[in-house]
């Protein structure tokens, strides 16, 4: 059982439709979906091209999937994420693009953005207490994929590599993408599929939480909340979901 505070928009916002329908599952209702009909790519290629995040759900990590620690329970998760959500305020993310991040597609802000920085810093630190040490075989596999000394220092003080200095916020639209060809006719399918939703201003204004209740198993949201108005309340209307 592993859990995880991911960005993700209301159910029914444009980004999240869209998003869940590129990788064919809804990380709300677990509901599958036929993903769509690109231009370049077959929909048979993007079903297999997006086995990962379909698993994970449509979403941008903030704090990275964990089991909880000894003594911790749901509750008390769901408490802590709740008091988060009151008390942190929304914002405005730049514009969102397509964009090649490694060897793997992701929805990126059109430019940096130090509120975002800090808030995601923020949750790392704060849900920490509920994370239990990393097994071995995950610290093995994390070693394993090649982390500068830095991300290896994070990774065992914080059960991820990729925060604070090393964090790029991103929601991702592909698995490992190996041909060099096919990557670039993905990423111009994506950004045709997406342009309604990008480059232009959107609020970060909810995070949900995320439940893995088998390991390997798919994830979904066990509960969605707003964030507190801020700078931006567009989506922060909406309302707290429980599911």
């Known amino acids: 059982m592993r859990y995880a505070i991911?960005?993700?928009?209301?159910?029914d916002n444009p980004l999240t439709r869209l998003g869940s329908h590129w990788l064919g599952r809804d990380a709300f209702s677990g509901e599958k979906f036929t993903q769509p009909a690109l231009e370049e790519v077959s929909r048979e290629r993007l079903h297999a091209l997006t086995p990962d995040p379909r698993r994970y759900g449509f979403h941008g990590t903030m704090k990275a999937p964990f089991a909880l620690a000894d003594g911790r329970s749901e509750d008390e998760l769901r408490d802590a994420f709740a008091e988060f959500c009151e008390r942190m305020p929304?914002?405005?993310l730049p514009g969102l693009a397509v964009t090649r991040l490694g060897s793997f597609l992701a929805l990126t802000p059109a430019a940096p953005l130090e509120t975002l920085d800090v808030f995601a810093a923020t949750c790392v630190e704060t849900f920490d207490a509920?994370?239990?040490p990393l097994s071995d075989a995950d610290r093995e596999r994390r070693l394993a994929s090649g982390l500068s000394d830095r991300q290896a220092a994070y990774l065992q003080r914080w059960g991820y590599p990729y925060v604070f200095d090393e964090f790029?916020?991103?929601m991702t639209l592909s698995s490992r993408l190996e041909d060099e060809r096919e990557a670039e006719c993905l990423k111009r399918d994506a950004t045709r599929y997406f342009a309604s939703v990008t480059e232009r201003p959107r609020a970060f204004a909810s995070l949900g939480l995320f439940?893995?209740?088998e390991r390997g198993g798919p994830f979904t949201i066990i509960d969605f909340r707003p964030l507190k108005?801020?700078?931006?309340?567009r989506e922060a209307q909406q309302g707290t979901?429980?599911?």
């Open 211 to 213: 439940a893995e209740r």
């Open 90 to 92: 929304a914002f405005d």
């Open 6 to 11: 991911y960005y993700t928009p209301p159910h």
């Open 130 to 132: 509920f994370r239990a």
């Open 241 to 243: 979901v429980n599911v």
């Open 229 to 233: 108005a801020g700078v931006s309340t």
């Open 168 to 170: 790029r916020f991103h």
